[in-house]
């Protein structure tokens, strides 16, 4: 049974730092891509990062380019979101997901939720002004 479970949410001031981290059981992070999304209240869940199974590429949404960094670490089975510069408009429920092993669509769909098979509970990250 594959479960991701989330951390590291919580309320900081604009121009604060997070980190997240997932951590993966019954699923091994470098068998495919995993990633970042995130959903604010009456918007649409959004691709924030993913990562590739090698960890070569790391697709992000314009929105956090430069501010956000996604990582992992392969000992640990746990996938990491550094969140720097954060902005009130950061603010969301925050979910990891992973793919399947079968996973064929490349950097393309990699921050497309269709793309994702296993997902977790989701972290809460506030940013106030």
């Not at 793309?115 to 509970?121: P, R």
């Amino acid at each position: 049974q594959v479960q991701l479970v989330e951390s590291g949410g919580g309320s900081v001031q604009a121009g604060g730092s997070l980190r997240l981290s997932c951590a993966a059981s019954g699923y091994t992070i470098s068998s495919s891509y995993m990633a970042w999304f995130r959903q604010a209240p009456g918007k649409e869940r959004e691709g924030v990062a993913s990562i590739s199974g090698g960890g070569l590429f790391t697709p992000y949404a314009d929105s956090v380019k430069g501010r956000f960094t996604i990582s992992k670490d392969n000992t640990k089975n746990t996938v990491y979101l550094q969140m720097d510069v954060l902005e009130p408009e950061d603010t969301a429920m925050y979910y990891c997901a992973a793919a399947l092993g079968t996973y064929a669509g490349g950097r393309s769909r990699s921050l497309s939720g269709s793309s994702y098979a296993y997902w977790g509970q989701g972290t809460q990250v506030t940013v106030s002004s």
